[in-house]
């Protein structure tokens, strides 16, 4: 039987909460905080997110998550890491009779949990990870809402591959004005040797790219050096790039 309703996360309300989070490990607090009043007998919720080839409770909410999650991480086995990476839900009904990894099981009960839920999150990605819960109640997940629960991890996949895509753009960006900059260098750096040697451009370049193989340094630097040096100064940058909005 369920616990008193709790209506489910819809688009409009991820919406709401991604606009008054100014962070991505504020949303998925915020997420945290939600799930565990979608299992009314847990009594802890971590995020976990795989960076770099490491894993990490970014948040938690309640108190058991992050020693039990830290615990998984040490033996490289557990529900969260199963759920991260195969990509498939795990529920573990009662760690008293659970066989599989290891002394995770053992350990879990020692520690007064009996039983857990693990959803996952961007599965399959860079940062995959898992939603997970942890009761003190054998089968305390029989009364919870999982559709919202599998909803919150929905959208905190949602949430990452956003942010994913925010810090590709702010790359993007980053990228575009570096080769502004030093393309703009390159050129001036061109027009003086044009000027000094009474040359065309691409043989102006070539002596450029001559010179800067044969003192082993960068191109661009090479430039950047030749225009401080003859105009007391270096080049100045080109305007900041703005990206198309579309």
Not at 2 to 12: K, Q, Y
Not at 79 to 97: F, I, K, N, S, Y
Not at 147 to 174: K, P, W, Y
């Amino acid at each position: 039987m369920l616990a008193d309703r709790v209506d489910p996360p819809d688009g409009s309300s991820i919406v709401t909460l991604l606009l008054d989070t100014e962070t991505l490990t504020d949303f998925l607090c915020v997420l945290a905080e939600q799930a565990m009043s979608y299992a009314p007998k847990a009594d802890g919720c971590g995020v976990t997110l795989q960076r770099t080839g490491r894993f990490l409770t970014v948040t938690s909410a309640g108190t058991s998550a992050p020693a039990l999650d830290e615990k998984q991480y040490g033996l490289d086995d557990g529900p969260c890491l199963q759920a991260l990476r195969t990509g498939q839900e795990v529920h573990v009904a009662d760690l008293m009779d659970e066989p599989r990894w290891g002394a995770y099981s053992a350990h879990a009960v020692a520690a007064g949990t009996r039983s857990s839920m693990s959803f996952p999150i961007a599965p399959h990605t860079d940062t995959a990870g898992a939603l997970n819960l942890y009761s003190p109640h054998p089968h305390g997940f029989d009364d919870s809402h999982l559709d919202s629960l599998r909803t919150l991890a929905s959208q905190a996949t949602g949430a990452i591959e956003l942010a994913q895509r925010m810090a590709r753009s702010r790359q993007f960006t980053a990228d575009v004005q570096q080769a502004l900059r030093y393309r703009g260098a390159i050129d001036q750096a061109i027009g003086i040797i044009m000027a000094q040697q009474r040359c065309p451009g691409a043989e102006a370049f070539a002596i450029l790219r001559s010179a800067s193989q044969n003192r082993n340094v960068k191109l661009r630097d090479l430039c950047v050096d030749l225009i401080t040096r003859l105009t007391g100064r270096p080049p100045h940058d080109p305007p900041a790039f703005k990206p198309p909005v579309f």
